[in-house]
């Protein structure tokens, strides 16, 4: 059974889980890729940990991006569970959260090397969007938007 729990980013198993995103995004994209500056998990305020028999096995956050739209981040699962749709649970946890805060909105992106992500997304209903923010200049991001 998994269980979802809400936190915050001072959770020290969350900050465990985000060394091995970035490690492993690392792997993918390169320890200097462009889309490495948007990492930092200072003061996420709703944050969201899955647990499997006391273990934590996977996280996500959301952020205010602006009125009435939230932004997922940090989404991971430990690839030894991977497959058992707890990705889908954290992000609908994120959703259920988003809408609690009265958002209408999600928004979110992920680079071109994680298929795996850009499927998860799909598969629940987000749309490819233009690029937004910053991420307009990084060639190999994606963004996506999901109306709550």
Same mark, same amino acid.
């Given at each position: 059974?998994?269980?979802?729990?809400?936190?915050?980013?001072?959770?020290?198993?969350?900050?465990? /889980?985000?060394?091995?995103? !970035?490690?492993?995004?690392?792997?993918?994209?390169? !320890?200097?890729?462009?889309?490495?500056?948007? !990492? +930092?998990?200072?003061?996420?305020? @709703?944050?969201? /940990?899955?647990?499997?028999?006391?273990? +934590?096995? =996977?996280? %996500?956050?959301?952020?205010? @991006?602006?009125? !009435?739209?939230?932004?997922?981040?940090?989404?991971?699962?430990?690839?030894?569970?991977?497959?058992?749709?707890? %990705?889908?649970?954290?992000?609908?946890? /994120?959703?259920?959260?988003?809408?609690?805060?009265? +958002?209408?909105?999600?928004?979110?992106?992920? %680079?071109?090397?994680?298929?795996?992500?850009?499927?998860?997304?799909?598969?629940? =209903? @987000?749309?490819?969007?233009?690029? @937004?923010?910053?991420?307009?200049?990084?060639?190999?991001?994606?963004?996506?938007?999901?109306?709550?």
């Amino acid at each position: 059974m998994i269980e979802i729990i809400r936190t915050n980013s001072e959770n020290l198993e969350f900050k465990k /889980l985000v060394q091995l995103l !970035n490690s492993d995004l690392a792997k993918r994209d390169g !320890n200097t890729h462009s889309l490495s500056q948007f !990492n +930092s998990i200072t003061d996420l305020k @709703y944050v969201v /940990l899955a647990i499997k028999e006391g273990k +934590s096995i =996977g996280c %996500g956050a959301i952020s205010i @991006y602006d009125f !009435n739209l939230m932004e997922i981040k940090r989404m991971y699962v430990s690839p030894e569970v991977r497959g058992q749709r707890i %990705g889908e649970k954290i992000l609908f946890e /994120l959703e259920d959260w988003s809408r609690e805060l009265e +958002s209408i909105k999600c928004i979110l992106f992920t %680079g071109s090397k994680q298929p795996e992500a850009s499927k998860l997304y799909q598969r629940n =209903g @987000y749309f490819p969007i233009e690029k @937004y923010g910053k991420l307009m200049d990084i060639p190999d991001s994606l963004c996506f938007a999901k109306v709550l």
